[in-house]
Structure formats: C-alpha cells, structure tokens
C-alpha cells in the first residue's frame, strides 16, 4: 500500500524533493515486507537484506540532495517542468 | 488484543502519514509527514521482533534523512508551493495507475494460498546478538563492500559540494 503511493506520489509531484521523499516511501515499503517475511519463516536473511538496503538507501539519499542542492544553484528552480532539458 | 489493536493503529498513521506527503501544499509538511510514517514503520518493526532492526531504523531515517532532508528544504527556501499545477486528466491518470497497482497487489495477496508451514517463532532473531553472528559469519562480504560503498557515497557528496571547480 505504501509502494503504491510511493508510485504515486514519484508519478504527480513536480517538486524534486518530494519526488526523493517518495521514493524513500517505496523503500521503506519494501524494508517492511521484507522485515515481515523474515519474521513469518524465521529467516534472518531477510532481516540483514533489510539492513543493507537501509545502508544503501541512506547513501542514495545523500547523493540525491546534493544534486539537488547543485541543481539548484545553477539554475534556481527544483521544478522538474522546468527542468526538462535532458529532453529533446 | 493489544497488540492487534497496536497493529492496526500503526497501520493507518503510516498510511495516513504516506498519503499526506502527497496531498500537503508545502514542502517542509511533507518531510514532517514522511517523518511521521517512519516512526510508525518503526513501531511496526517492533512489532516483528525486530528489534535492532528498529532501533536502527529509528536512528538512520528518522535521525539521519530527515534532518538530511530538513537541511535541505531549509536551505533552498522551499515553503512557497507556487508551482502551475499539473494538467489535471496527468494527475487523474497517475491516481488511477496507483490505484490498479494496488488492486493488482491486493489481488495477488488474496488469492495466494500461503501454506508455508508455520515453524515455531523462533524468538531470538531479532536481537542483535543473533543477526551480529550471523551478519558477520555468513553476510561478511556484502559488509565490506557496503563499507566501500559508503565511501564512494562520502566521496561523491564532497566532490558535488566544492564550490571551485575541479
């Protein structure tokens, strides 16, 4: 359910940061899953892939603002509409 | 009984809290929300026996992105919301393409039978000592290398910060 509206939220937002803040949502999603089915079969594996998408996600997340924060001193504006220019 | 009602309440301010990250005008009510839904992934990670897993959830969301994400709505000044807004049949189709994901998740958790054989819950799990020894006998590659990781991330966050170029 939270994946869903991780989806979402990546799919309408047109501030950059709440795109990011979404996608943390649907990582956290999946850390729940992950977390329940270790604790339905007794499989700590899935406990420790928990914690190394947590160490990834806290990774991807810094990087994320730092581009951001870039992104926004050059061009003054977060707004991904505005921010298209990859495109053709 | 409790603890069911504990779950369920979890449930829905996790939810709740997703929803209105969404539906919140500015920005920094948003990052509060998302804060919101973490303490409640939280309490439900308490609630798996999960313990270290809770703790350590609590300390690197809760305590580390969001002040990383609170620094960075701070900074770049983001509390006008003075975007156009989207054309409203691309929001009305993102809406209804959350909602068939749902539906479609939901239908598969319905009709799936799970006839895993209940083995009896093996209570020690969650605790640190046990997911120490076994992160470190069985899980010691992918430790050393989420260390090279973090490295690299460290690396990468200092180059995009420097102010003269390289």
Known sequence: ?88 | MFTNFIFYFLSVLALYGGVMVLLSKKPIHSVLYLTLTFFAIGGHYILLNAQFLAIVHIIVYAGAIMVLFLFTVMLLNLNKDDRSPKPLWLKAAAIIAGIMLGLILIGVFRGYDLHLTQHPMKSQIGLVKELGKILYRDYMLPFEVSSVLFLTAMIGAVLLGKKEQI
């Open chain 1, 1 to 88: 359910m939270l994946f869903c509206i991780g989806v979402t939220g990546v799919l309408i937002k047109r501030n950059a940061l709440v795109i990011l803040m979404s996608i943390e949502l649907m990582i956290n999603s999946i850390n729940l899953l992950l977390a329940a089915f270790s604790a339905y079969s007794n499989d700590p594996a899935g406990q420790i892939f928990v914690f190394f998408i947590m160490v990834v996600a806290a990774a991807e997340v810094a990087i994320g603002l730092a581009i951001i924060v870039l992104i926004y001193k050059t061009t003054h504006s977060i707004d991904i509409d505005v921010l298209n220019k990859l495109k053709w």
